[in-house]
């Protein structure tokens, strides 16, 4: 059996190991969560706000997060470093599942607006470019988080660098 880590570790592996794993699990039962709390797993601290991947295609994402009480700050709302994580979170499974299988990314910054308190359910949403190259380049990925209504809460912006996977 493979490890967790082997499972969404796509920066090494020939193959593009989150996105497989996502086409796997996503239509079965409980799939969705299976597949977060893998991408939690591999890594641990995105993994803490327990948010969900819902939707996952080639140059789009969306991730709900829960408004709970592990999430929350002093003033009863989500938590400004939870919405950060919400929003890498966001970003880089849409970019690790349009990258080619060559390919490998980095976050190489990320700049938050906080537009207001954002409480209730949270959903991150990701609309990416489609990166069809390894070559090295960065990449401006926007992500917007919203409330339950539909209200922008916080956007992001999170500077990727993609390029090729190391070789053996």
């Known amino acids: 059996m493979r490890s967790v880590k082997s499972v969404v570790d796509i920066n090494r592996s020939a193959r593009n190991r989150l996105r497989e794993a996502w086409d796997r699990l996503n239509k ?14 591999a890594a641990p601290y995105t993994g803490s706000i ?13 991730v709900v ?3 709970r009480r592990a999430v929350r700050n002093h ?4 938590h400004a470093i939870a919405l950060a994580n919400l929003a ?16 490998r990314f980095i976050v190489a910054g990320l700049s938050l607006d906080y537009i207001k308190k954002a409480r209730g359910t949270i959903t991150g949403v990701c609309d990416c470019p489609i990166i069809d ?3 090295k380049q960065e990449y401006a990925i926007e992500i917007s988080m919203r409330n339950e209504d539909g209200v922008e809460v916080c956007k992001a912006t999170m500077r990727t660098l993609v390029g090729p996977k190391k070789t053996s």
Do not use: I, W
């Open 88 to 103: 890498e979170l966001t970003g880089n499974v849409a970019v690790a599942y349009t990258l080619p299988d060559d390919a």
């Open 50 to 62: 327990g948010a969900q991947v819902t939707v996952l295609r080639r140059g789009h994402s969306e």
């Open 65 to 67: 997060l829960r408004d």
């Open 75 to 78: 003033l009863h709302c989500v």
């Open 28 to 41: 079965l039962p409980g799939g969705k969560r299976a597949f977060s709390r893998l991408v939690g797993m």
């Open 133 to 135: 190259s390894s070559a």
